[in-house]
């Protein structure tokens, strides 16, 4: 998508067209970044045109931004492009003169086209993440091509006394390119403080801002040639307007910070309950709700999820439930995609069959040992990765 804004270059007429339109690292299948930062915009080579004067693209190269692309397990936000449209640079042209009863041709500076220029803003990227955690954000790169004001050329002319007046080259100007670099945040999950309390810990997403980028404007001077009297007649002067080239730019672009408190569900020992926006997210322990291995709720757990059912009645009508199931890195992924969706089917059916959910709304996903919220490299944090996730959105 383009948004245009109209401008004039100066001397040459033209009219300018600015349109807005719609880790850093590429994130391949919806995975969240791991890198936090921001970059400086830099000036690394002209980019070829096709002939209507627009840049062309290089087959080879893909898209720019492929963390852009859309993909399951991320939501995209495209930021408006913003456009200089072609500029055309008029040719001057004089007309032949008599002077001492001969011809003397007149000249022409061709004229030349600056090709559109389209400054690629990117996009706003958050990546999925399991309830109870604040999601990784990326705000994308930015891109202003390069560009030229081409080289224009006033020929010689030779005087029927032989009087050459010589050449006047209009050297072309050059920008560079623009590259901002892109920006990201980590996923950050609440984890259970050793303290006993009703609160559990707060957790908050840092800020991220990506840099604005600037590419200057270009000026081509303007060049004028004084008209020859002579006996047998004047040769007119000639005037060769300046052209401008405006700047282009990108504005930076910024995520807030977020933050995610809990606290303790009355009535439990060990469910966590957080909101945010719409969404209420309970988080229970697997330890609390199962048996070791095992896929079946433990009678002392129903008390639990009672305990949630009762919560989200008090809070409103669900419009969605989600259940997730979590696992420790202890086996092998394939055993524990499989355990973990087992139990997150067990709690779902128990919300239906005993909490009197509909099951309409309810949804499961057993995500294994892919998004833990703490260490598994100790016996607490593998402990605090073992969960069930159950996300309500009320909306």
């Not at 954000?137 to 030779?158: F, H, N, Q």
């Not at 709304?361 to 598994?376: E, K, S, V």
Request: contains cysteine; glycine residues 10%.
């Amino acid at each position: 998508m383009r948004v245009r804004q109209l401008g004039v270059a100066f001397m040459v007429g033209v009219v300018m067209t600015v349109t807005a339109c719609a880790n850093s690292d590429p994130v391949p299948d919806g995975t969240a970044p791991a890198v936090d930062g921001s970059a400086e915009p830099t000036t690394p080579a002209p980019t070829a045109t096709d002939d209507a004067g627009t840049a062309a693209p290089d087959p080879a190269a893909g898209p720019r931004f492929p963390e852009c692309e859309p993909a399951e397990g991320k939501t995209v936000t495209p930021l408006d492009d913003v456009v200089i449209e072609a500029q055309e640079i008029p040719e001057v042209r004089t007309d032949d003169v008599e002077i001492d009863g001969q011809t003397v041709p007149g000249v022409v500076v061709e004229g030349a086209v600056i090709p559109e220029r389209v400054a690629e803003r990117g996009c706003i990227v958050e990546y999925e993440a399991p309830g109870g955690c604040l999601p990784a954000m990326e705000i994308s790169g930015a891109y202003i091509p390069d560009y030229t004001i081409p080289e224009r050329v006033l020929p010689a002319v030779t005087l029927p006394d032989g009087t050459v007046l010589e050449e006047v080259v209009l050297p072309a100007r050059t920008v560079d390119e623009v590259v901002v670099e892109g920006v990201s945040v980590d996923e950050v999950c609440q984890v259970e403080e050793d303290a006993a309390g009703s609160y559990v810990s707060a957790v908050y997403r840092s800020a991220i801002y990506r840099s604005a980028g600037y590419q200057e404007a270009a000026y081509q001077d303007p060049v004028y040639r004084d008209p020859v009297y002579l006996e047998g007649g004047t040769l007119p002067g000639v005037s060769v307007p300046g052209v401008s080239a405006p700047g282009l730019s990108v504005s930076g672009e910024d995520v807030p910070g977020a933050a995610l408190e809990g606290y303790r569900l009355e009535g439990t020992d060990d469910v966590e309950v957080s909101a945010k926006d719409d969404a209420v997210f309970y988080s229970s322990e697997g330890d609390v709700l199962f048996g070791n291995d095992e896929d079946t709720i433990r009678p002392e757990a129903e008390a639990a999820l009672a305990a949630v059912v009762a919560d989200i009645a008090e809070r409103g009508e669900p419009v969605k439930v989600r259940v997730e199931g979590h696992t420790d890195d202890v086996g092998t992924e394939e055993h524990n995609l499989d355990l973990s969706q087992r139990r997150a089917d067990a709690v779902a059916a128990w919300l239906v069959e005993e909490g009197g959910l509909d099951a309409a709304i309810i949804t499961t996903a057993g995500l294994g040992y892919a998004y833990p919220r703490a260490d598994n490299a100790t016996d607490e944090g593998r402990a605090q990765n073992r969960r069930v996730v159950i996300t309500v959105d009320l909306g």
